[in-house]
């Protein structure tokens, strides 16, 4: 293959598939590859999606995509081994005529979305493994080695839109490998029931979802999430903590999954359920100060592989679409312009992220990350049971004074944590929110 | 053993589809006689559990069952106690619903 492209497009998840149609509606030649069978058979995702950001791709959207039920129910759960504390909000305004939120099932989705790609002019490459990129004489990067055979193909842009696990940006030192302090391991399960039993469990009706984020004593004192996610006959189930905490821990995540599932408050949710996948992935948890270099001569990086995500709204996939799709433009406009695509005038990407909610909502949260790893016992363990102790010295009606009860709930919150500790974690909690 | 070790990682695999490049293993174990903290961590971590203890108290690797979520290349190829590539195109696992 001596072809040269405008520009190649590495990975057909949600920030390749943004990259690779905004591209190709605007006439530029692009060729994505793609290792999985098709696009999508690699991707695992929760998996919600926000429709505003796909709108602007595609806005008919609607009409065809895969989509499962659309969210009008949000619980977090505060969880103890016996107990959750809950907070739900529902609201009948998310039966909207264009809801902002659904369900999907990533490989269905981005097969779905691929199909797209290809009808507006790019040419996807399945079955190819990207295995280096090529730079010239003076590291301008200028195509990629493919496993096919002859496998080497030119472009003046390269789009690394490789997934947080990518090989290509880290082998031409042009980022690092995530640490394992700023990546989760999430493992999940498909549970399948018949569409009546799920919505009867989670009182909907229709096409309605809900989904359920949990904390607490499941991750074991380490920073971790739950969910439970409603598709239509089939139920999300998963489980995921950052990876340092799981290698100090020595906790397997199977484990942990096999705990969350037997939970009282869950297992009702799933009985009887046949489950006909278990999948794994990292995330990028890192924030902010984890975002390496998006750009340099001849290439970009965009979506997991650039360790976008915002972990407190769980926009993984919305800042892939977004960073997709505004290295798409940045590239499309270059090239429009007549202008090579150097470091110099791709910075113009970064511009554009910094000016968008993708960098600021990242800014915003920046000491999150920081703040509940290095504090994960407290706030994934200690207060966890605290609160589960007050709700349950709350609602248990024994007889016992009320002001005792009350006395006894403080003093447990003291001595688990000082009244400095509380007040500390406080106003940590609310700068880092700031 | 707790209710927890019960778990049997090998059924939860069973219900994935794989298309196993056979005799091509995309993760090697650097030869060692005695595993670093990382490697021994992968017995547990991963959630395939291809990481396995021998009989000589060495960590091996069997790629047959991985999902590639690269736990085990941020853990363990800083030092070089792996070698870890991606699968070639189409081989591997293939994810119904992902």
Request: charge should be neutral; include cysteine.
């Amino acid at each position: 293959m001596t072809e040269k492209f405008d520009a190649i497009v590495v990975g057909a998840g949600m920030a390749g598939n943004a990259a690779a149609l905004t591209m190709a509606k605007r006439g530029l030649k692009v060729l994505q590859l793609e290792r999985g069978e098709y696009a999508g058979s690699k991707n695992v995702q929760g998996a919600i999606l926000y429709a505003a950001q796909v709108e602007k791709l595609i806005p008919e959207f609607r009409e065809d995509a895969p989509l499962e039920r659309h969210l009008v129910e949000q619980r977090f759960w505060m969880m103890d081994d016996a107990s959750h504390t809950g907070l739900h909000y529902r609201s009948e305004e998310f039966n909207e005529e264009r809801p902002n939120r659904y369900t999907i099932i990533r490989s269905q989705f981005d097969r779905w979305f691929s199909k797209h790609v290809q009808e507006a002019g790019a040419i996807v490459l399945t079955e190819t493994t990207a295995l280096e990129l090529l730079q010239d004489a003076r590291g301008r990067v200028i195509g990629v080695r493919t496993d096919r055979a002859q496998g080497e193909v030119l472009a003046d842009v390269v789009v690394l839109a490789e997934g947080v696990n990518g090989l290509l940006g880290t082998r031409a030192g042009l980022r690092e490998r995530p640490t394992r302090e700023n990546v989760a391991l999430a493992v999940k399960e498909m549970h399948f029931l018949p569409r009546e039993t799920i919505e009867a469990r989670f009182n909907l009706k229709g096409d309605e979802g809900a989904v359920i984020e949990a904390a607490g004593t499941i991750s074991r004192g380490m920073a971790g999430m739950g969910f439970i996610y409603t598709n239509r006959e089939s139920i999300s189930v998963g489980l995921g903590c950052i990876v340092s905490d799981l290698a100090k821990t020595g906790h397997s995540p199977y484990e942990l999954l096999e705990a969350f599932k037997r939970h009282p408050s869950v297992a009702p949710l799933l009985e009887g359920s046949e489950v006909k996948e278990y999948a794994a992935h990292l995330i990028p948890e890192g924030g902010y100060k984890a975002v390496p270099n998006l750009y340099g001569d001849g290439w970009v990086v965009a979506g997991d592989a650039a360790q976008l995500n915002n972990a407190i709204h769980r926009e993984r996939s919305n800042l892939a679409l977004a960073s997709g799709q505004m290295a798409g433009e940045t590239v499309a406009e270059l090239k429009g312009r007549g202008l090579e695509p150097t470091a110099k005038n791709l910075a113009a990407y970064k511009t554009r992220m910094m000016e968008s909610f993708v960098m600021q909502d990242l800014k915003k949260y920046k000491d999150m990350p920081a703040l509940l790893h290095a504090s994960s016992q407290n706030f994934f363990l200690t207060y966890p049971q605290l609160v589960s102790k007050a709700m349950q010295n709350f609602v248990r009606v024994d007889g016992t004074p009320k002001i005792e009860k009350e006395r006894r709930t403080m003093k447990s919150f003291f001595a688990a944590r000082s009244l400095g500790g509380l007040l500390g974690d406080a106003v940590r909690m609310a700068r880092a929110w700031r | 053993m707790t209710k927890e070790t019960d778990v049997r990682v090998e059924d939860k695999l069973y219900q994935n589809r794989y298309r196993v490049d056979s005799g091509r293993s995309h993760i090697k174990v650097t030869p060692h006689v005695t595993p670093s903290p990382e490697l021994l961590a992968l017995v547990k971590l991963c959630p395939a559990r291809c990481y396995e203890l021998n009989g000589n108290g060495q960590v091996e690797v069997a790629h047959d069952g991985c999902m590639e979520c690269g736990t085990c290349r941020v853990l363990a190829e800083g030092k070089g106690d792996i070698t870890w590539t991606y699968p070639r195109g189409g081989y591997g696992v293939l994810f119904k619903f992902g």
